[in-house]
């Protein structure tokens, strides 16, 4: 999908329109599933820190 796609969609035909519209749904199928999985990933690095934080471990060591 390009600047161009979209800056010609007034002269377009129904299926070309159409094909676009699925283009970006799959895009934006894509950018669900790569949020999902950098949030997972945020939540479990979450759950370690707090673990390590209540089991005693300080600022530096938690950056480290």
Do not use: C, F, K, W
């Not at 035909?13 to 934006?28: H, K, N, V």
């Not at 999902?36 to 390590?52: F, M, N, P, Y």
């Amino acid at each position: 999908l390009s600047l161009d796609d979209l800056s010609t969609m007034a002269d377009m035909a129904p299926t070309d329109l159409a094909d676009i519209a699925e283009r970006i749904s799959a895009m934006e199928r894509e950018l669900s599933q790569a949020r999902a999985t950098l949030h997972g990933r945020i939540e479990r690095i979450q759950t370690e820190v707090i673990s390590r934080y209540r089991n005693g471990a300080g600022v530096e060591d938690l950056l480290s």
